[in-house]
Structures are given as structure tokens and as C-alpha cells.
């Protein structure tokens, strides 16, 4: 009688530790996918935001010396080099903008990111540099005005978007801890499971022992 209720004790147990093995099993699986989670997350916030702030940057400083050059035109005595300093600024924007966009944007962040790439595309061409400043009518104001106020426009943008870097940064942060604190709630489960299953094995061991002491 006694070794039946030993023999159900042990089929018992060993449902327990199928289900024990189930439990680390999925939980070896959830911390892979939290792994992967947390890598793709370390990778979004480097490519997506550390380096497109750089590139905001960057493309703020290049921006100033062209608000510097239109403002500064009475000053210059080659108005053809400053008309293709002006121009070589824009290209090396564009070029940064082009990087820009191979980045995983959100929708807001394009909206921005297209409406900076047309204000130096379109607005902030300078075919002649006469358009600003002639020896004898001096500096046209209205013209520069005109071209700072689309500087303007496009600083505000590079505001924005540097906004947005800073708002998925932190989403990403969240993230990160959402999944640190899922893999603690689970190392707590393996823990548990791993103290049944030590519980387990000392109750086998002496159950055996009981049995060859009957015999």
C-alpha cells in the first residue's frame, strides 16, 4: 500500500518537473526575445538618434555660416566665391540630409526632414550674389530678409526633429526597462522552479530510501 502512494507521489512528480522543465524552458526562449529586444533597442538609439543628432548639428553649424555670409554680404569683396561657398554649404547639408533619411524615421520626422530638404533646395538658392548686395544699391534688405526668414524656417525644423530625437530616445529607455523588469519577473520564476525541483530531488532521495528499508 505504502509503494503505491509512493508510485502516484512519483507520477505526480514527475508531472511537476515536466512542468518545472515547460517553465525554464519558456524562460530560456523569453530571454532570448528580451536579448534580441534589448540589442535592437542599444542599435535604434545609436544609428536612429545618437548619430542623426550629430547630423543635426552638423547641419546647424553649416547653416549659421550661411545665415553669416547673407548677412555679412556688404563685407565680402568676391561675391562669386561667397555665392559658391554658400552653394557648397547647401550641398554638404543635402548630403547629410540624404544620410538622414536612410535612418528609421517616424512619420512627424519626415514631415520635418522634407519640409528642411525644400527650403534648401528650392528657397535657399543663390544664383546671384547681386541679389543681396550691389556696390551701387548696396544691400537689397527685402532679399536677405526673405533668406532669413527661410533660414529660420529651416532652424525651427532642425529644432523639431531635434526634439523628436530626444522624445524616441526616451521611448527606447522605457522600452529597455520594461524588458529588464519582464526578465527579473521571470529570473524570480526560475528561482522558484529551481528550489521545487532541489525540493523534489531530496524527497526522491529519501523516498528511495524508505522503500529499500522496507525490503
Do not use: P
Amino acid at each position: 500500500m505504502r509503494r503505491r502512494k509512493i508510485q502516484s507521489a512519483k507520477v505526480k512528480i514527475a508531472l511537476v518537473l515536466t512542468f518545472l522543465v515547460i517553465i525554464i524552458f519558456g524562460k530560456n526562449l523569453f530571454e532570448r526575445k528580451n536579448f534580441n529586444e534589448l540589442g535592437d533597442s542599444f542599435i535604434s538609439f545609436y544609428e536612429d538618434r545618437l548619430v542623426v543628432e550629430s547630423y543635426i548639428f552638423s547641419i546647424s553649424e553649416k547653416l549659421f555660416r550661411i545665415k553669416l555670409l547673407i548677412n555679412h554680404c556688404e563685407f565680402e569683396s568676391d561675391y562669386t566665391n561667397t555665392v559658391q561657398e554658400i552653394s557648397d554649404y547647401e550641398q554638404r547639408i543635402l548630403r547629410l540630409v540624404k544620410e538622414f533619411e536612410k535612418t528609421q524615421l517616424t512619420t512627424t520626422e519626415e514631415q520635418f526632414l522634407n519640409d528642411f530638404k525644400r527650403i534648401i533646395s528650392d528657397n535657399l538658392r543663390i544664383a546671384d550674389y547681386t541679389l543681396l548686395y550691389s556696390v551701387e544699391k548696396g544691400i537689397n534688405e527685402q532679399k536677405v530678409k526673405e533668406y532669413n526668414s527661410y533660414i529660420e524656417r529651416a532652424l525651427r525644423d532642425l529644432e523639431k526633429l531635434s526634439q523628436i530625437q530626444v522624445n524616441e530616445g526616451q521611448k527606447l529607455a522605457m522600452n529597455s526597462d520594461k524588458v529588464v523588469n519582464r526578465s527579473k519577473i521571470w529570473s524570480q520564476f526560475e528561482l522558484a522552479a529551481l528550489i521545487i525541483l532541489l525540493g523534489i530531488i531530496y524527497f526522491l532521495i529519501y523516498s528511495s530510501k524508505s522503500v529499500s528499508n522496507e525490503i
